[in-house]
């Protein structure tokens, strides 16, 4: 397994812009697709944007496709969700998971989660 902390979320207006990193202990970050999901109050958690272990293919949620990136730089164990004009309906807690590819990972496939970060957008 490998360990993970998000950092990065915030209170931002709508429209505004955010980046989230996640920061992934152990050598074997490069070996793992990973992926964004977040988390509204009383609603489960959807998936958000997902990357390859190369970084080559990602896949995103409709409800942030052309909005947010996810990149990823291996070198450093971390991940990276840039999230550009939000929207109120993206407040939520945001997690970043480990998975064995990017299918599995929007099933929310994962044996590794981060412990989130808030995201707040205000209208």
């Known amino acids: 397994q490998v360990q993970l902390v998000e950092s990065g979320g915030g209170l931002v207006q709508a429209g505004g812009s955010l980046r989230l990193s996640c920061a992934a202990s152990?050598?074997?970050?490069?070996?793992?697709?990973m992926g964004w999901f977040r988390q509204a109050p009383g609603k489960e958690r959807e998936f958000v944007a997902a990357i390859s272990w190369s970084g080559g293919s990602t896949y995103y949620a409709d409800s942030v496709k052309g909005r947010s990136t996810i990149s990823r730089h291996n070198a450093k164990n971390t991940l990276y969700l840039q999230m550009n004009s939000l929207k109120p309906e993206d407040t939520a807690v945001y997690y970043c998971?480990?998975?064995?590819?990017?299918?599995?990972?929007?099933?929310?496939?994962?044996?590794?989660w981060g412990q989130g970060t808030q995201v707040t957008v205000s209208s």
């Open positions: 998971a480990a998975g064995g590819s990017i299918v599995a990972l929007t099933t929310k496939s994962s044996n590794s």
């Open positions: 152990g050598r074997t970050f490069s070996s793992y697709a």
